[in-house]
Structure formats: structure tokens, C-alpha cells
């Protein structure tokens, strides 16, 4: 299993999965001749991916997504309800090739299967992702809202994870946001913060790697998410970020 993340945060979202002969995007945030050139730096090209699976409504996972079906000619999953909330906010244009599913279903693409799994987090419908193929098993785990049920015990099951690290908390104290905001981020349906993260990756005891995703521009600095994981976890994990503006490297499992 090969994987990479495009982009990771609030200036949008896309993580590509490719296991065998199936080839998967996860979300739709950047824009389409970003993707294509993004992908093609891997030697990847975006109209050969078999389906665009959206978590959730937000504009930095979705607001894409028409252009990748139409233009690409991509399928399209998500959940019903994700994308009727997303169609009253964000022109995505009219679509064809949609499937829908279900919260907590499986999804089947020959050899792998992608367990969806609900959030608390505040979208509409929101879900996170684990793959399974060939005995490997991947996890897309960003936008979680906190620390839910069941989450510690997943991460022991994984090989590699895609795992939000979004803020630390002094500069979100400290920093630009206002009252409201703050609290949403480090709410029960916001987002992660760094040391909870490196508490669920301490209990990755069969992680080869784990990326740290979504982390937040004005919140948190590559170099204190990595400080503060390094400080909990061993040194032996390898630790990886995903970037603003950039794709990280081909993480293989």
C-alpha cells in the first residue's frame, strides 16, 4: 500500500491511497489542476484514480469535488446528507457519477475495503477512514472533533495513520482567535490537539509510520507538533507532517 498526502489543512484537504491496481483520493479540498500537477510529481495521473471518497462537508474537504467529476471524471462517494448540506453552502455544480453510503459502512474496491467510521466533529455527517488490503491496515483519521470512543483502541490495529495533530495549546490560547473560536477548536467538536495525538499514536504498537495531518497555521508550528510527539512517544516511530502547500513523500506499507 502506497500513500501521500496532497495537501493537509484549513487551506484544504486530499490524501491519495493507491493498493494494488485500485487507486483511491480521499476529499476534495484543492483545486483540480493543483491535484493533477500534485499527483503528477509522484509519477500519478488523477484521471486513472477509481473514486473520490469525501469525510465530510467542509469547504476544505469538499468544495472541489465537482470538478473532480466532471472534469476528471472521477466517482464520486459520500453520504447523502453530507452532500445535501454541502450543496446549500458551496457551489459544487451538477454531478453524475455520485454513490452514496452510509456512516459506519464499508466501502469495497476489489482487494480493498474502506471502513468508514462517524466523528463527533462538527460536519454534517462526518466520517473518518481505515483501509484494509493485503493484510495492511491504513488509517485517514483527521476533523475527529476529540478523543471518541473506541478511537484508542483502533490505532493498535494500524499499520500506518494519517492522524490530526492540529494545535497546541498555548498558542491557541495565546493567539489571534477569538473567544468563540478558540472554544470550537478545542470543544468536543473540533479538533485534536498535539499532545492528544501523540497519546493515541503511544498506543500504535504496530504503526510503521504516522503522518501528522490538519495542523492549524495560526495554533501550531511543524516544529512543536514534532517536539511535543517526540517528547511522549519513543524515537523509533517514523514521523511525518503533512504540509500546507506540498505533498509529503510516497509513505509505503
Same mark, same amino acid.
Given at each position: 500500500?502506497?500513500?501521500?498526502?496532497?495537501?493537509?489543512?484549513?487551506?484544504?484537504?486530499?490524501?491519495?491511497?493507491?493498493?494494488?491496481?485500485?487507486?483511491?483520493?480521499?476529499? &476534495?479540498?484543492?483545486?483540480?489542476?493543483?491535484?493533477?500537477?500534485?499527483?503528477?510529481?509522484?509519477?500519478?495521473?488523477?484521471?486513472?484514480?477509481?473514486?473520490?471518497?469525501?469525510?465530510?462537508?467542509?469547504?476544505?474537504?469538499?468544495?472541489? &469535488?465537482?470538478?473532480?467529476?466532471?472534469?476528471?471524471?472521477?466517482?464520486?462517494?459520500?453520504? $447523502?446528507?453530507?452532500?445535501?448540506?454541502?450543496?446549500?453552502?458551496?457551489? =459544487?455544480?451538477? /454531478?453524475?457519477?455520485?454513490?452514496?453510503?452510509?456512516?459506519?459502512?464499508?466501502?469495497?474496491?476489489?482487494?480493498?475495503?474502506?471502513?468508514?467510521?462517524?466523528?463527533?466533529?462538527?460536519?454534517?455527517?462526518?466520517?473518518?477512514?481505515?483501509?484494509?488490503?493485503?493484510?495492511?491496515?491504513?488509517?485517514?483519521?483527521?476533523?475527529?472533533?476529540?478523543?471518541?470512543?473506541? =478511537?484508542? $483502541?483502533?490505532?493498535?490495529?494500524?499499520?500506518?495513520?494519517? =492522524?490530526?495533530?492540529?494545535?497546541?495549546?498555548?498558542?491557541?490560547?495565546?493567539?489571534?482567535?477569538?473567544?468563540?473560536?478558540?472554544?470550537?477548536?478545542?470543544?468536543?467538536?473540533?479538533?485534536?490537539?498535539?499532545?492528544? &495525538?501523540?497519546?493515541? =499514536?503511544?498506543?500504535?504498537?504496530?504503526?510503521?509510520?504516522?503522518?501528522?495531518?490538519?495542523?492549524?497555521?495560526?495554533?501550531?508550528?511543524?516544529?512543536?507538533?514534532?517536539?511535543?510527539?517526540?517528547?511522549?512517544?519513543?524515537?523509533?516511530?517514523?514521523?511525518?507532517?503533512?504540509?500546507?502547500?506540498?505533498?509529503?513523500?510516497?509513505?509505503? /506499507?
Amino acid at each position: 500500500m502506497i500513500s501521500f498526502s496532497l495537501q493537509s489543512g484549513s487551506n484544504g484537504n486530499s490524501i491519495y491511497v493507491e493498493a494494488g491496481n485500485v487507486r483511491l483520493l480521499f476529499d &476534495a479540498g484543492i483545486c483540480g489542476s493543483e491535484a493533477e500537477r500534485r499527483l503528477a510529481t509522484h509519477g500519478r495521473d488523477i484521471r486513472r484514480v477509481d473514486a473520490v471518497i469525501v469525510s465530510h462537508d467542509h469547504a476544505d474537504h469538499i468544495r472541489h &469535488a465537482g470538478v473532480y467529476e466532471r472534469k476528471f471524471g472521477l466517482p464520486l462517494f459520500i453520504t $447523502q446528507k453530507t452532500l445535501r448540506e454541502a450543496q446549500k453552502k458551496i457551489k =459544487l455544480g451538477p /454531478l453524475k457519477r455520485v454513490h452514496h453510503f452510509m456512516a459506519g459502512g464499508t466501502l469495497d474496491f476489489g482487494t480493498v475495503s474502506v471502513h468508514t467510521i462517524p466523528t463527533p466533529h462538527d460536519g454534517a455527517d462526518g466520517v473518518v477512514f481505515v483501509l484494509d488490503s493485503g493484510g495492511k491496515r491504513l488509517g485517514i483519521l483527521t476533523d475527529l472533533g476529540h478523543v471518541f470512543d473506541g =478511537l484508542p $483502541q483502533l490505532v493498535p490495529t494500524l499499520d500506518g495513520v494519517f =492522524l490530526e495533530s492540529n494545535y497546541d495549546p498555548a498558542m491557541l490560547e495565546h493567539g489571534p482567535y477569538p473567544a468563540f473560536l478558540k472554544n470550537r477548536i478545542k470543544g468536543p467538536h473540533g479538533h485534536i490537539s498535539n499532545g492528544e &495525538a501523540a497519546e493515541l =499514536l503511544r498506543e500504535g504498537k504496530n504503526l510503521q509510520w504516522a503522518c501528522l495531518a490538519h495542523l492549524s497555521e495560526k495554533n501550531n508550528y511543524p516544529r512543536i507538533a514534532l517536539d511535543t510527539h517526540r517528547k511522549i512517544l519513543s524515537d523509533t516511530l517514523d514521523l511525518h507532517i503533512a504540509g500546507r502547500h506540498q505533498t509529503t513523500a510516497l509513505l509505503k /506499507l
